[in-house]
């Protein structure tokens, strides 16, 4: 089975660009999660969706972020306009049901903003 | 507020050797509690999960964890170090098992 998949893998882009990270989640999965990595932050979750409706953006960082799940197999991060700051790792996760079922990560995209 | 402490950002140990890698929690409810590993370039993957059940939870790889209320421990152990369990693992807290709250992670090295 496939699992997560996350792209691009790897993004460079200029300060001030739009960027758009892009997840497919395992097929059947009903909830959703972004999370981003940086040596200074560690793992933070951003937002989850359960059944493609956005549950908790406390996380997200500022209104530059901006995540959408127009369908259940299909979300988008986006970041606009981006800065160096947000040089991170962001992973997308699914998970099949709620609660303590697993959550199931992607590869992962390695965001750099110049 | 949930919070997670791992003691020691880098752990080394010998092949064959036992593996402890410590967690302590922070949670003013039940909590259920996660280890994940994470391979270079890779994703986390889940190792195993207490969630109210047993206390001492058995995962993969022939990891285990044992959840103690008393300590706010729920330590990594695995009887013996193999090369291939060179990674970084990752505790978690949750209280609904939504959000993950991690630690900073610990890097564990195996030497030969």
């Known amino acids: 089975d496939a699992g997560v998949i996350q792209s691009p893998r790897h993004e460079v882009t200029e300060m001030g660009q739009e960027v758009t990270l892009r997840c497919k989640p395992i097929?059947?999965?009903?909830?959703l999660f972004w999370y981003r990595q940086t040596m200074m932050r560690g793992l933070e979750l951003l937002i989850y969706?359960?059944?493609?409706?956005?549950?908790?953006d406390s996380g997200m960082p500022e209104d530059r972020f901006s995540a959408k799940m127009p369908n259940a197999s299909f979300s988008t991060l986006k970041i606009q306009p981006s800065e160096p700051r947000d040089s991170a790792v962001y992973f997308c996760?699914?998970?099949?049901?709620?609660?303590?079922?697993?959550?199931?990560f992607g590869p992962g995209t390695r965001l750099t903003v110049l | 507020a949930q919070s997670v402490t791992q003691l020691g950002s880098h752990v080394s140990v010998s092949e064959g050797a036992l593996v402890l890698l410590r967690c302590n929690y922070s949670?003013?409810?039940?909590?259920?509690l996660f280890w994940y590993v994470q391979y270079p370039n890779q994703g986390l993957q889940l190792l195993l999960k207490?969630?109210?059940?047993?206390?001492l939870v058995k995962g993969i790889n022939g990891f285990e964890a044992e959840f103690k209320k008393s300590e706010t421990s729920f330590h990594l152990t695995k009887p013996s170090a193999h090369m291939s369990d060179a990674a970084e693992y990752f505790c978690?807290?949750?209280?609904?098992?939504?959000?993950?709250?991690f630690g900073a992670g610990t890097i564990l090295r195996v030497k030969s």
């Open positions: 207490y969630t109210s059940a047993a206390t």
């Open positions: 969706f359960n059944n493609n409706v956005p549950i908790d």
């Open positions: 097929s059947g999965h009903n909830s």
């Open positions: 978690a807290v949750s209280v609904s098992g939504n959000k993950l709250v």
């Open positions: 949670s003013s409810v039940p909590p259920y």
């Open positions: 996760a699914s998970r099949p049901g709620q609660g303590t079922d697993t959550q199931y």
